[in-house]
């Protein structure tokens, strides 16, 4: 008779996507996790879901790890798919990672799309972003925990407007955070802190020499380095989604979430905030872990301004307004979707923005 803990209903983890995100994820537990955790996939793809389960299930053979997995099918684009697998698995932990808008789309070109995300910025995706994870949230019990991998920067504030439970994002800032303190003397590398908002990424794309754009902030103890852009000259991601570190970064945190056993890392998307910040999980609460010199209120209006200067702010009403090129970019190809949206009509909105980008998509770039 199997054991309570290997029955495929009685899960730790359940990863909702079949993406190259949420596979990073999986095969980073199958590797890591040193204590027994049963891991569910879901997702509407039956051939990639049933590889996942067999490849992560090899790689914790290989690494002799702990971690065991299972999979069950979902597509979250029908109703009641997320509260269905939800209820039958009972998660400790959800990690929502599966979207109607592929990451690519940050090194897409050719179209009249990639043009305006290009010149606009990722928040012309949030509202595709949004769609799956606000289901997500919206069936997510008391006492589990969240993770949307799903733009957190911009999307888990558009989450906390419904007042559906986040906890957090992966990625963004611990990607900075991470290549930074790898970057250092090893006896440094655990005592980075990191301040950034996803746009603070694109400078590190590019060659030292040509890196122009908003710089993160970073405290070696409770020191801030004065030029980052200098410090960190030899840290270069690549054009693509920097996926190898995104999706590994949030690995600690969620086997920390499942055991309830404390984590000390960087997150985007804490409880709903806009941007990225150093954050501590002592077992049951998450919690901003900032450097002495740096206030709360100080650390969140310093992520806020990002979008308030151009992308997609989220209003104490939960009404969601474009801002800055974006807004400027979406009103030249349609003035109703640039007026903004309620956080409670992200479907309807989807809809309207799904016939748009596919419209924009068949227009080849102009540029």
Aim: overall charge neutral; proline content about 6%.
């Amino acid at each position: 008779m199997p054991k309570a803990h290997d029955m495929p209903n009685a899960t730790d983890i359940l990863v909702f996507g079949t993406g190259s995100f949420a596979a990073r994820i999986v095969f980073d537990i199958a590797a890591t996790a040193r204590a027994p955790v049963h891991v569910t996939i879901a997702g509407r793809n039956l051939e990639r879901l049933d590889w996942l389960r067999v490849a992560a299930g090899s790689r914790a053979a290989i690494f002799e790890s702990s971690a065991r997995f299972a999979s069950r099918s979902a597509d979250l684009s029908q109703a009641g798919a997320a509260e269905a697998v939800i209820s039958t698995c009972r998660p400790k932990v959800v990690v929502q990672a599966a979207s109607t808008q592929t990451p690519g789309v940050i090194a897409a070109k050719g179209s009249a799309w990639s043009r305006l995300v290009a010149e606009g910025g990722l928040s012309a995706t949030a509202v595709f972003q949004s769609l799956f994870s606000m289901r997500v949230a919206a069936a997510v019990p008391d006492g589990c925990r969240m993770i949307n991998c799903c733009f957190p920067d911009v999307v888990n504030g558009l989450i906390a407007a419904r007042g559906f439970p986040i906890a957090c994002g992966t990625g963004n800032v611990a990607i900075l955070s991470s290549a930074f303190a790898a970057s250092l003397d090893g006896t440094a590398q655990g005592d980075v802190r990191v301040l950034a908002h996803y746009q603070c990424l694109a400078p590190f794309r590019r060659p030292a020499r040509e890196r122009v754009g908003p710089m993160p902030r970073c405290w070696v103890g409770n020191t801030e380095v004065a030029d980052v852009r200098a410090r960190f000259e030899g840290v270069k991601l690549t054009a693509e989604p920097a996926i190898e570190i995104s999706g590994a970064s949030g690995v600690p945190l969620i086997l920390a979430m499942a055991a309830r056993q404390p984590w000390r890392g960087h997150v985007p998307g804490p409880l709903g905030l806009p941007g990225g910040y150093p954050v501590c999980w002592d077992g049951q609460a998450l919690s901003l872990d900032l450097p002495p010199d740096l206030t709360r209120d100080e650390a969140i209006a310093w992520n806020a301004r990002f979008e308030e200067e151009n992308g997609l702010v989220v209003g104490a009403d939960g009404f969601a307004c474009y801002t800055g090129r974006l807004a400027e970019r979406l009103r030249a190809a349609s003035p109703e979707l640039a007026s903004g949206f309620a956080a409670a009509d992200v479907e309807t909105v989807h809809v309207a923005m799904e016939g748009l980008r596919a419209k924009l998509l068949s227009r080849p770039d102009a540029a």
